[in-house]
């Protein structure tokens, strides 16, 4: 199995399109995102991609954009970051207990990769997964997220099928527990709001401290 790199180009669109990016804005990480927090997490969260000028920008998941308001404050919230905010790299926040990935490292065009590219990164999502402890929670943020874990254990999509907080019994002792994803667009149109997103952790923490 090839160990994730930061200089992966494995996906031949996603490269060309990252080329670009760094050209219009060079001070951006511009390059596959490599997960962040701790080695041997009892919580991995996975989402879909960076965002453009978000983790694309910042090189670390889910950090100064828009869908981290949401995911930062509830993590600290719950025990699993010592502030509430994510900025940049160096804004000295710590994960505790928690890990973030996402099942495509690398920003796609239009936030759209293919099936191809996330088929492509699920080797690395299989190598993540395969270092979780027993016991521990994996807690996939919307749809494509979802059925990523699903395919990265070889299981059947039919016998998983997504939904806003329902869990699953994965091997090892291990859970998916699934979110609608914390994005711009499912928090103003209130798809998802705080209460509901709330109760996914109330629900993880249950898993957890057990």
């Known amino acids: 199995m090839t160990a994730f790199s930061t200089n992966c180009k494995k996906c031949s669109r996603l490269a060309t399109f990252l080329k670009q990016v760094k050209k219009d804005h060079p001070a951006y990480h511009a390059r596959p995102v490599a997960p962040f927090g701790v080695n041997k997490p009892d919580l991995l969260i996975v989402g879909l991609a960076p965002g453009m000028h978000g983790a694309n920008a910042t090189g670390r998941p889910f950090t100064g954009d828009y869908a981290g308001i949401l995911l930062y404050d509830t993590l600290y919230k719950f025990g699993f970051s010592n ?31 293919t099936g191809a590219e996330i088929n492509t990164c699920n080797q690395f999502l299989v190598e ?83």
């Open 83 to 113: 502030q509430t905010e994510s900025s940049s790299k160096d804004d000295g926040l710590k994960l505790k207990q928690c890990r973030i990935t996402n099942a495509v490292k690398c920003l796609p065009p239009e936030n759209k990769p």
């Open 128 to 210: 993540e997964l395969s270092g979780l402890k027993s016991g521990a929670v994996v807690l996939a943020l919307g749809g494509i997220a979802h059925k990523a874990v699903v395919k990265a254990y070889g299981l059947k999509q039919k016998d998983y099928p997504f939904g806003h907080n329902k869990v699953y019994s994965l091997p090892e002792d291990r859970s998916l527990v699934t979110s609608y994803h914390c994005s711009r667009y499912n928090t103003q149109t209130k798809r998802l709001t705080e209460a509901m997103f709330h109760k996914v952790f109330k629900n993880i923490r249950k898993h957890i401290d057990h």
